[in-house]
T-cell receptor, first 113, second 114 residues
Framework: ETGVTQTPRHLVMGMTNKKSLKCEQH?????MYWYKQSAKKPLELMFV???????ENNSVPSRFSPECPNSSHLFLHLHTLQPEDSALYLC????????????FGPGTRLTVL | GENVEQHPSTLSVQEGDSAVIKCTYS??????FPWYKQELGKRPQLIID?????GEKKDQRIAVTLNKTAKHFSLHITETQPEDSAVYFC?????????????FGKGTLLTVNP
């Protein structure tokens, strides 16, 4: 598959569960991003990775833990989430960080019960 | 930090009319302004962008203008078509050196009525 892919596309979890979101980009990009998209709120940038190093963490609660094992893969580990964390989580990539077009994945629709 | 205001939140136009969406930003250091289109149930996609050294950019029916003094930028869509119906997001970005910030507006739901 080309572009940016995300799995799973839908996830329902309880507040005590631990789950992970996965993102993969097939574009040869050096930067990857996690966004949160909630209803009636702007897209919120959560984390930025450049060449597998985290370069931005926008005051995200520690119950969200990112991991970037290589420049093609990005994970978001979730634990002890709250119902207000229910949202669409979008992954994106760009050729280099802080520059130019970002290509988004289809997102993971997360529901926290 | 940066604050991006986007107006209107909803916009309804007749097919063939023009649509204008406006955004303001607060941080004068912002130097890159992309616009993304998100159709229902789909991912956001870049439609046009502008950098702070340019005042206007056009791509077929879409144009973006930037006024650095007033710290606002606008998206103009001419000859609208039903397939232009979507949510449009503006964003302001500061990039350079080791610093990177990207802030999105809340989005504008554009409906083009046939």
């Amino acid at each position: 598959e080309t572009g940016v892919t995300q799995t799973p596309r839908h996830l329902v979890m309880g507040m005590t569960n631990k789950k992970s979101l996965k993102c993969e980009q097939h574009l040869g990009h050096n930067a990857m991003y996690w966004y949160k998209q909630s209803a009636k709120k702007p897209l919120e940038l959560m984390f930025v990775y450049s060449l597998e190093e985290r370069v931005e963490n926008n005051s995200v609660p520690s119950r969200f833990s990112p991991e970037c094992p290589n420049s093609s893969h990005l994970f978001l580990h979730l634990h002890t989430l709250q119902p207000e964390d229910s949202a669409l989580y979008l992954c994106a990539s760009s050729q280099d960080w802080a520059a130019g077009e970002q290509f988004f994945g289809p997102g993971t629709r997360l529901t926290v019960l | 930090g940066e604050n991006v205001e986007q107006h209107p939140s909803t916009l309804s136009v007749q097919e063939g009319d023009s649509a204008v969406i406006k955004c303001t930003y607060s941080d004068s250091a912002s130097n890159y302004f992309p616009w993304y289109k998100q159709e229902l149930g789909k991912r956001p996609q870049l439609i046009i962008d502008i950098r702070s050294n340019v005042g206007e950019k056009k791509d077929q029916r879409i144009a973006v203008t930037l006024n650095k003094t007033a710290k606002h930028f606008s998206l103009h869509i001419t000859e609208t078509q039903p397939e232009d119906s979507a949510v449009y997001f503006c964003a302001a970005s500061i990039s350079g050196g080791s610093n990177y910030k990207l802030t999105f507006g809340k989005g504008t739901l554009l409906t083009v009525n046939p």
